[in-house]
């Protein structure tokens, strides 16, 4: 069953003219989410109760888990089906207090679950001519998709200072430096940014993979730490394009895990992205197309 969350930000139309509740005592961080929560309960007309829940903590805890099953799963159905509870719930998540990591995440994840319904609407037509997409790029589904999202989009802010540090990382651990954008499609280029399931930093590292690449988790937790973590991931990465041969394998077994994608190319007789991507999960589906257009948009050049 879908949450309808009502946005935080629609309480005021709902209780104008309300008397406001007496103001909890300043100080804590839960103060907001109490006043909003006594408002709904004491002047929301019955028939919005009746269609939306107020959202609390444990909402988004199950929010999160329901759609990480889904970009964990191979239906982009099942993704592209979150969308409107996902913008909704971004509302809801903006408005509350501490919970700027998980509206910076999710709203990150609605780009790709926004992209799963675009490519759902064009499967079966031929793919329009795009300039730039040449060579093994051809060949990579719903890159063409991607490279029209991310033309015009800015860079994010503070990559000027962040990127050249970022690259010069990737560039020092044997990785094409270009690559480092793949941080941008991991946490918008937020050092601090962490994933309900627990990934944090540039790149997302989950703490086993952080703790197998010699980074430490815990005061301090080197994962923010934009220099550190880049070498880690180039590292990884690396190890990846040794075992798989291309940029855009390595890509998929980053986000979706070596074991998963050599299975798959050992199963399909596979030897590129484009021979296992239907089997792969959702979000990976949407992940590496997505990545290889940051690369081409921002840097003009191709993996």
């Not at 430096?177 to 941008?184: I, T, V």
């Not at 937020?190 to 944090?200: C, D, E, I, L, Y």
């Not at 589906?285 to 050049?301: E, H, Q």
Request: charged residues 20%.
């Amino acid at each position: 069953m879908q949450l309808r969350w009502i946005p935080w930000i629609a309480i005021g139309v709902l209780t104008a003219g309300a008397e406001p509740p007496t103001p909890t005592p300043a100080g804590s961080s839960d103060d907001l989410y109490n006043t909003g929560k006594q408002l709904f309960d004491q002047f929301a007309p019955p028939d919005v109760k009746e269609q939306y829940e107020f959202p609390s903590k444990d909402d988004w805890d199950r929010f999160a888990a329901r759609l990480q099953r889904a970009m964990e799963g191979d239906s982009l159905e099942d993704l592209a089906g979150f969308l409107p509870e996902a913008r909704a719930a971004l509302l809801a998540l903006r408005a509350m207090p501490g919970n700027e990591d998980n509206a910076d995440w999710l709203e990150l994840r609605i780009d790709e679950i926004e992209a799963a319904k675009l490519a759902l609407a064009s499967a079966g037509t031929p793919a329009p001519s795009q300039p730039g997409i040449a060579g093994s790029y051809s060949r990579i589904p719903n890159y063409g998709l991607w490279l029209g999202r991310e033309r015009g989009r800015p860079e994010p802010a503070g990559a000027a200072a962040l990127m050249p540090r970022v690259a010069s990382a990737f560039a020092a651990e044997g990785v094409p430096s270009q690559l480092a954008w793949m941080a941008e499609a991991e946490s918008n280029l937020v050092p601090s940014a962490r994933s309900p399931a627990g990934a944090r930093g540039l790149f997302q590292l989950m703490p086993s993979t952080a703790h197998a690449l010699g980074l430490s988790t815990f005061l301090p937790d080197e994962r923010t730490d934009p220099e550190k973590s880049a070498r880690a991931a180039a590292r990884y990465l690396r190890s990846l394009f040794v075992k798989f041969g291309s940029w855009p394998l390595a890509l998929a077994a980053y986000n979706a895990g070596e074991g998963r994608v050599s299975r798959l190319l050992a199963s399909r007789g596979a030897t590129d992205f484009a021979g296992v991507s239907s089997a792969l999960p959702a979000e990976t589906r949407m992940y590496v197309p997505k990545v290889c257009a940051l690369v081409a948009v921002r840097t003009g050049m191709q993996l």
